[in-house]
C-alpha cells in the first residue's frame, strides 16, 4: 500500500553567524514531528533552509567586507553544522540563492505580472530593514518597528506592488471554512480580527535601492521583495514550474508550516493570497509557536542574551536538550529559557525517572538471574493496572502529537514511566527474590518493567533520537519489530528469556549549585564574545557614516517643558505608559514606551521635555500629541530628561 505523505516545513532562516537556542527551539520541533510522521508509517518530506537575500545580508556582508554570497556560504555551513549536531532530520535544504529557486520565483513573478496581479507603482511609506517588513505610520509604535521595536526608515522608490487586497475576502473565507488552519486557533481571530477585516493594502513587491535579490527578469532596477522570494521555498523546493514538478504533485498542499508567531503574518495572509493568485491549493495547517524568552524578554542578538545551543550540547548532549525544549514550553505559547530549569528538568525527568528506571531493572535483571529472565512466569497482581495504564496513554500521546502538542504528549509519557516506576515499588522484587517460589512472580514483574520501558522507548524516539538504542541495547532490542509504533500497541514482544546487560548511565546526575556556576559562565562567555563583536561592527559603521545634521535641521524641532499631570497603564500594552502633560494653558495626552522604567503615577508632578511639534499619531486606538524625551543606556535602560529646576513653567521653550 502506498503510504500517505507528510509535508512540513520550518521557516527558512536568516544567515547569522549566531543562531540561538530560540532558532533551535523551531526546527527541533519539527523536526520532532517529522519523525513521529515516519515512525507512524508516513512518506515524509521534510524541509529547512536559509533565506539569503534582502537588505539586511547585504549590509552585514558589506561591513565584514564580503560579497553577499561568500558571506552566506560562509553562514550556511555553520547553520548545516549545529542542525547536524541537534539530530535534524531534514530531507531537503534549500537555499534561496540556489538556481532553481531563482528560476521559480522569477517566474512566478512574471506570470502574476501578466495576469495582472502585479503592477506598477511607486511606494512611500516605512520599512524595517532587520524585520524585512513594510509599514504604514499608523502602525509604527514610537516611531519604531510594531514588531521588533527597531528604527524603520522612510522609503520612497518606484516598485511593483501585488493585489494583496483582492484576496482579502477570500482568505477570509479560508479561514472560515478550515477552523484549524492556524494554530492555536487564537492566532487565527488575531489574524483576522486585526489584519484581515480592517483591509488589506497591496503589497510592495520589488525593491531598487539595493541589488542583494532576485532580479526581475523584464526590469532589472527591480529585486523582489525578500519575503515573496523566501515564501516562494515551499513550492521551488519541489520543484514547481521545472519540467519535473513530480515531487510538488506528490507533496503539496504543505501539511503544516511550522513558524514563530512574529512570522504567522507573512504566512497566513500572504503566502495565501500567492497561492490563490497562482490558483494553487493552499497549506493544510500552520501552526505558529510562541517564543523562548530570557527574563521575558524576547532572546536576540541585538539585547545580547542568546544562549548558545552548542555550548548546552555539548555540556548535556542533544537529547537532553531536544527533550528539554518541548518539555518545558507548551508549543504555542511564550517559554522562560532558564539554566536552573534546565538542570531541573535533566535531574529529575531524565536521571531520575527514565534513567533510573532502565539501569535498575537491568541491573535486577542481572543480579537476580544472571542476566536471562527464565521463561516460566506467574502473574503479580499489580499486573492487569500496569497493561492497563499503557493502553491508555497510547491513544493520548498520539492525540497530542497529532496535534503537535509536544509537552502535553511527554507529560503522558512520564505519567507511563512513573506509573512503571510505582509498579516496581509496588512488585517489591527486593522481596520477592528472598522466596524461591516467588521466581516466578520477581520474573513476570521484571518483564512487565522490561515491556513497558520498550513502549517507552518508542514513544521518546522523536524527542530523543540517540537515547532509545542505548535502551535497546541493555534488553538486546534489535530495531524491527519491536520498535515500529504499532508494536506499543502488543503487549509482550520481548522474548521470554529477555536477557539484560545494565549499560552507561542514561543520564548522570548534575550538582545544581556546581553546574550552574559552571553554565553561567560559558554562557556569559559566549555572549561576551558576541556583544564585542556586535560593539566593534557597531563602532566601524558609525565611524563611517557620521550622522551630522545642520543647525537648520535642528531648529525643525520646538521642544518644550511639560508638567506631568497624569501617567497611567495602558490596557494591552507592556511597553506603554498614557501621560497627560501640561504645556503653559494646554493639556497633552503622550504616550510614551517608558513602563519599564516608570511606575504608573511615578511621573506625576515632574517637568519633562516635550517634542511638541511632532506630528500626532494613532497609539492603542488613541491620538497620541508629541514625544517625552528619554534617555537609553547601552543594556535599554530609560530615563527621561527633566528640568534642573523642579517647578520650572510648564509650556516654556527650549533652546
Ligand atoms: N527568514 C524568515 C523566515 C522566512 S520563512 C519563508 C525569518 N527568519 S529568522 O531567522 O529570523 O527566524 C527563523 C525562525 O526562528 C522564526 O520562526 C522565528 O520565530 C524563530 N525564532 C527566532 N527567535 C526565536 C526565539 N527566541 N524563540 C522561538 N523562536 C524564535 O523569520
Keep these: 500500500m502506498e503510504k500517505e505523505k507528510f509535508y512540513i516545513t520550518t521557516p527558512i532562516y536568516y544567515p547569522s553567524d549566531k543562531l540561538h537556542i530560540g532558532h533551535s527551539y523551531c526546527t527541533v520541533a519539527t523536526d520532532t514531528m517529522a519523525r513521529y510522521k515516519r515512525l507512524r508509517g508516513y512518506d515524509v518530506m521534510f524541509l529547512t533552509g536559509t533565506d539569503e537575500h534582502g537588505q539586511k545580508i547585504e549590509r552585514i556582508a558589506d561591513s565584514q567586507n564580503m560579497t553577499p554570497k561568500e558571506y552566506t556560504d560562509k553562514i550556511v555551513t555553520g547553520i548545516k553544522e549545529l542542525w547536524n549536531k541537534l539530530g535534524i532530520s531534514y530531507d531537503k535544504f534549500i537555499r534561496t540563492t540556489d538556481d532553481y529557486h531563482i528560476a521559480c520565483v522569477q517566474k512566478i513573478f512574471k506570470k502574476l505580472y501578466d495576469q495582472g496581479d502585479i503592477y506598477k507603482s511607486s511606494y512611500e511609506g516605512w520599512y524595517c ?34 493585489r494583496l487586497s483582492k484576496y482579502q475576502d477570500r482568505i477570509i473565507q479560508y479561514m472560515e471554512d478550515n477552523k484549524d488552519f492556524l494554530q492555536p486557533n487564537t492566532r487565527q481571530n488575531e489574524m483576522i480580527n486585526n489584519f484581515l477585516k480592517p483591509g488589506l493594502e497591496d503589497l510592495a513587491v520589488s525593491r531598487t535601492s539595493f541589488k542583494w535579490g532576485i532580479p526581475v527578469d523584464f526590469d532589472l532596477n527591480h529585486v523582489v521583495y525578500v519575503w515573496v522570494d523566501a515564501l516562494t521555498n515551499y513550492i521551488s523546493a519541489l520543484g514547481y514550474g521545472t519540467e519535473d ?22 504566512h497566513s495572509i500572504i503566502w495565501p493570497a500567492m497561492l490563490i493568485a497562482l490558483d494553487l491549493p493552499l497549506p493544510k495547517k500552520i501552526f505558529g509557536h510562541g517564543w523562548l524568552v530570557i527574563n521575558g524578554g524576547k532572546m536576540s542578538k541585538s539585547v545580547g542574551n542568546v544562549v548558545d545551543p552548542n555550548v548546552l550540547v555539548d555540556k548535556y548532549g542533544v537529547d537532553a536538550i531536544r527533550y528539554f525544549l518541548l518539555r518545558e514550553i507548551a508549543f504555542g505559547q511564550d517559554g522562560n529559557f532558564s539554566n536552573e530549569a534546565l538542570i531541573q528538568r535533566i535531574n529529575s525527568d531524565l536521571a531520575n525517572d527514565l534513567g533510573n528506571l532502565v539501569s535498575r531493572t537491568a541491573g535486577m535483571i542481572e543480579k537476580y538471574f544472571g542476566g536471562t529472565l527464565p521463561k516460566d512466569r506467574t502473574e503479580t497482581p499489580f499486573d492487569a493496572d500496569l497493561k492497563a495504564t ?20 511527554l507529560i503522558e509519557i512520564w505519567n507511563l514511566i512513573r506509573r512503571t516506576n510505582k509498579y516496581i515499588d509496588e512488585t517489591q522484587p527486593w522481596i520477592l527474590c528472598k522466596d524461591e517460589e516467588k521466581k ?8 512487565h518493567v ?14 530523543m533520537p540517540n537515547t532509545p538504542e542505548k535502551i535497546w541495547a541493555s534488553f538486546g532490542i534489535k530495531e524491527g519489530e519491536a520498535t515500529t509504533w504499532e508494536s506499543t500497541k502488543t503487549w509482550g514482544i520481548l522474548p521470554a528469556e529477555l536477557k539484560a546487560v545494565k549499560g552507561e548511565t542514561l543520564f548522570p546526575r548534575i550538582d545544581m549549585k556546581k553546574e550552574l556556576a559552571e553554565l553561567e559562565a560559558a554562557i556569559k562567555a559566549s555572549q561576551a564574545t558576541n556583544i564585542a563583536n556586535q560593539q566593534k561592527k557597531k563602532e566601524e559603521k558609525e565611524d563611517e557614516y557620521p550622522a551630522e545634521i545642520t543647525i537648520d535641521d535642528f531648529c525643525k524641532v520646538q521642544l518644550k517643558v511639560g508638567e506631568v499631570l497624569e501617567s497611567k497603564e495602558v490596557e494591552g500594552s507592556t511597553k506603554l505608559l498614557r501621560n497627560v502633560v501640561k504645556l503653559g494653558e494646554e493639556e497633552r495626552v503622550i504616550f510614551s514606551g517608558i513602563k519599564s522604567a516608570y511606575a504608573p503615577g511615578e511621573l506625576v508632578g515632574k517637568r519633562v521635555v516635550v517634542a511638541y511639534n511632532l506630528k500626532p499619531r494613532k497609539m492603542m486606538g488613541e491620538m497620541s500629541y508629541g514625544m517625552i524625551l528619554c534617555a537609553e543606556d547601552a543594556e535599554g535602560k530609560l530615563s527621561v530628561l527633566t528640568t534642573d529646576d523642579k517647578e520650572f513653567k510648564s509650556g516654556s521653550g527650549i533652546s
Excluded at 522490561?450 to 522523536?462: D, F, G, L, Q, T
Design 129 to 162: 530593514t532587520p524585520c524585512e517588513s513594510f509599514f504604514t505610520e499608523h502602525q509604527l509604535v514610537d516611531g519604531k518597528c510594531p514588531d521588533c521595536g527597531r528604527d524603520v526608515e522612510l522609503l520612497k522608490e518606484e516598485s511593483y506592488f501585488f
Design 245 to 266: 514538478e513530480s515531487l510538488f504533485r506528490k507533496y503539496w498542499p504543505a501539511d503544516v508550516h511550522v513558524v514563530g508567531k512574529e512570522i504567522v503574518r507573512f
Design 390 to 409: 499503557v493502553a491508555e496513554i497510547i491513544p493520548k500521546v498520539e492525540e497530542k502529537m497529532d496535534n503537535m502538542f509536544f509537552s502535553d504528549a
Design 440 to 447: 516466578g512472580e520477581l520474573a513476570n514483574a521484571l518483564y
Design 450 to 463: 522490561a515491556e513497558s520501558i520498550r513502549i517507552v522507548s518508542i514513544m521518546i524516539k522523536p524527542f
